[in-house]
């Protein structure tokens, strides 16, 4: 079988190219070709100002992509055309390249871009579902996309144009989301239900060397959207259990104060993963839906539980009280804290569950096996 990947790569790099180039080596390793059509915002910063224009005028189908793609397929001529990102200088002008010429098409969504401008369901620091099943054009009022009335009506106006001619519907044979819950928020939002299914990333391997240690971790953005002020209460409140941090704080003073915590700022994946091998419980507080946390992935993989808030992507992935313990308000987060602290046994029959999980649907077997029977799918249409 021969893929064709088509990602448009927005400035700086996302775990979205993780997810491309993990499914690339795993359809490659059983055999398989893979074709990449790839573009990068970054190098937006070289285009004049008549290409910036240009690219502008033709956010919805550019002619220039449509010629290009065009070429690559006659090419190549793949079996399947696996879409993860077309926003903006792609254009969903490839659905249609891809119709014209018979080749079925999957659509990973990694967030939440057909039914909200800036793909988050989040605005002003909160959850925010006010333009689902709505208009998009609804959210120009708050300027969701880069706080910008411009830049939302643009990105409300390709949106918007392409559900009103069908191409969301017609011209995409099948929809991968990360989870359940983000599934059935799309589908609520106007997504097809019938050509949705539900397929998680995946990690290539499994933790080694496991330890079960004495320190809780937070891997991530350390800013209220993240969960900041649930930590702040968490380390005003433990005195006893200590913490490691690891990512990028806009205000890294203010946890010099706290004496049982250590911020070591933006790290290497080697650092992350060997502070992972070693902790004994993954804290991820997170107030966005988030489409698949990656963090969670290698938590369980590493063999750790996981304490999250009890919404979005989380509430999918976390089995309360068997893989980690999931909360609604910042006191239950201190008291989850707290019970994994004193209790061992509980900590190593949750770790050997969130081992479990990722075996049964986040291993690179596992993520084969559903990739090859999403391909399968839409080639026997």
Not at 12 to 40: C, P, R, S, Y
Not at 258 to 280: P, T
Not at 342 to 367: I, M, P, Q, T, W
Request: charge should be neutral; aromatic fraction near 10%; charged fraction near 25%.
């Amino acid at each position: 079988m021969k893929i064709v990947q088509v990602h448009n790569i927005y400035q700086g790099k996302t775990g979205e190219e993780a997810v491309l180039n993990e499914e690339k080596l795993v359809m490659e390793e059983n055999g398989h070709e893979v074709v990449q059509f790839i573009k990068d915002n970054s190098d937006l910063d070289s285009f004049s100002k008549l290409e910036r224009i240009r690219m502008l005028l033709s956010l919805n189908a550019s002619t220039k992509i449509a010629d290009e793609f065009g070429q690559l397929l006659d090419t190549e001529k793949p079996d399947v055309c696996h879409v993860h990102n077309t926003f903006p200088i792609i254009t969903p002008v490839v659905y249609e390249v891809c119709r014209s010429r018979k080749i079925p098409v999957v659509q990973t969504l990694h967030n939440y871009k057909m039914i909200c401008t800036n793909s988050l369901l989040f605005q002003k620091g909160e959850v925010c579902e006010l333009c689902i099943n709505k208009s998009l054009y609804h959210s120009i009022q708050y300027k969701c996309y880069r706080g910008s009335y411009l830049a939302t009506a643009a990105q409300a106006h390709v949106i918007q144009h392409h559900r009103n001619k069908g191409t969301w519907d017609n011209l995409i044979d099948k929809y991968i989301c990360l989870t359940e819950f983000q599934k059935q928020k799309l589908v609520s939002g106007g997504l097809p239900e019938a050509k949705a299914v539900v397929k998680p990333n995946f990690l290539t391997q499994a933790g080694t060397n496991i330890e079960h240690g004495s320190f809780f971790l937070f891997v991530g953005r350390l800013n209220d959207s993240k969960g900041l002020q649930d930590l702040l209460q968490l380390f005003k409140h433990n005195k006893t259990s200590r913490f490691i941090l690891i990512g990028k704080a806009e205000d890294p003073a203010i946890f010099k104060e706290f004496r049982n915590v250590d911020y070591l700022g933006e790290q290497e994946r080697d650092v992350v993963l060997e502070h992972m091998r070693k902790c004994k419980a993954v804290l991820f507080p997170s107030k966005y839906y988030e489409g698949m946390p990656m963090v969670i992935l290698e938590a369980f993989s590493h063999q750790k539980p996981v304490v999250a808030r009890n919404t979005g992507a989380m509430s999918s992935m976390i089995e309360h009280e068997v893989n980690g313990l999931k909360y609604d308000h910042t006191q239950d987060f201190l008291k989850a804290v707290e019970r994994l602290d004193k209790d061992e046994d509980l900590v190593e029959s949750f770790g050997k569950n969130a081992l479990k999980s990722y075996f049964e649907k986040y291993s690179k077997d596992k993520g084969y096996s559903n990739l090859l029977s999403i391909y399968s799918s839409v080639l026997s249409h």
